[in-house]
């Protein structure tokens, strides 16, 4: 094996390691433990015996292991940066809603409050 | 009344001054200025709410109209920080939303030609409303006018989610699923050289289409 394949064997296998201890200490939801450690071990084979992915390549019509590898690699990134803005998206929608509550919460009466704020006091008055 | 106000120390103190010459209650919500807006909103404002940090003027016209409906208000209008709506035109639109002649009254600055509207923001404002009409089904002739009154029960109804620009293609669904009494006013901007410094250009438009699809999309 290359020098390359064990650097990758040991990254992959820290990322492994660091993966079960996150899911067996409840850090990582544990359908996604499980997730991240089907991929990282099949990573860890293809480090192993790069034939392997080109056979599994074959089985499917792909010629070469690494146009297979390309072509899983293209969605799977889509879609986990789908996940990511979701969930941004999520995380910036509750700050709003904490910012707005505080806002509320904390509401200054300004130079002008008075008798005016009794609503409608003028007729046409669109406020509260 | 509800100002969202961003960075408009020079301009906000005579806009609120003017407002308050005819109408006493507006509720001025610094969206997190990193300017002297909100020390210059405070001496002419009933009440002033501050976000701690930007989010937006969808979000802060909504923190401002749940805080007037818990304080019991009838009408809700919104009115830009900016000086590009007449007070007048705001009055014209709170009565007829008061005589419940409609739940929902809307400015439009194309019924009366839109001359003052600058060619590059008048195909831009056009695009937009022919986008909605495609889209959401709307049959408004200005999408994107910030001058609004809704009435107490319209303003329950709605909640605006998209923090930011896109806001007001929100509100134009809203207003399109609302199954309530809907009525567009003529108004006049004042196109300022401040305003028009400030306005959306054409990147800016793409920027609220996206979030606007995005939203939409992801809800």
Not at chain 1, 56 to 70: C, F, T, W
Not at chain 2, 72 to 80: E, K, N, P, Q, Y
Not at chain 2, 128 to 156: K, M, P, W
């Amino acid at each position: 094996m290359s020098p390359f394949q064990w650097i990758l064997i040991g990254v992959l296998g820290a990322t492994l390691g660091a993966n079960v201890f996150a899911t067996t200490t409840r850090r990582l939801a544990p359908g996604t433990g499980v997730l991240f450690a089907i991929l990282l071990v099949v990573g860890i084979l293809a480090a192993i015996d790069p034939d392997r992915v080109t056979r599994v390549a074959n089985a499917v019509g792909i010629q070469r292991g690494a146009d297979l590898l390309l072509y899983l690699l293209v969605p799977s990134t889509i879609a986990g940066f789908l996940a990511m803005y979701v969930r941004l998206r999520r995380v910036r929608r509750e700050m709003t809603i904490v910012v707005r509550r505080l806002a509320q919460l904390e509401a200054e009466p300004g130079g002008r409050i008075g008798s005016e704020e009794v609503a409608g006091n003028d007729g046409h008055d669109a406020s509260p | 009344m509800v100002v969202p106000l961003y960075n408009e120390e020079s301009v906000i103190g005579d806009v609120l001054r003017r407002l308050r010459s005819t109408f006493p209650n507006v509720v001025v919500v610094d969206d997190g200025s990193s300017d002297g807006s909100a020390e210059a909103a405070r001496t002419e404002a009933t009440w002033l709410l501050r976000h701690i940090v930007n989010r937006g003027q969808g979000a802060a016209l909504q923190t401002g109209t749940e805080f007037a409906l818990a304080r019991g208000a009838a009408r809700i209008a919104h009115f830009d920080a900016d000086g590009q709506h007449r007070v007048r035109d705001l009055l014209e639109m709170s009565r007829l939303v008061a005589s419940g002649d409609c739940d929902i009254c809307l400015g439009d600055r194309f019924a009366d030609g839109a001359k003052e509207v600058p060619r590059g923001r008048r195909l831009l404002l056009r695009a937009a409303v022919l986008f909605h009409r495609v889209a959401s089904g709307s049959e408004l002739s200005d999408v994107h006018n910030g001058l609004r009154v809704l009435s107490r029960r319209a303003a329950e109804r709605m909640e605006i989610t998209a923090d930011r620009m896109a806001h007001a293609s929100e509100i134009v669904d809203l207003v399109t699923n609302s199954n309530l009494p809907v009525r567009q006013v003529p108004v006049r901007i004042r196109y300022s050289e401040y305003s028009r410094g400030k306005g959306q250009r054409w990147t800016g438009g793409f920027r609220v289409l996206l979030h606007y699809l995005v939203g939409r999309i992801f809800g």
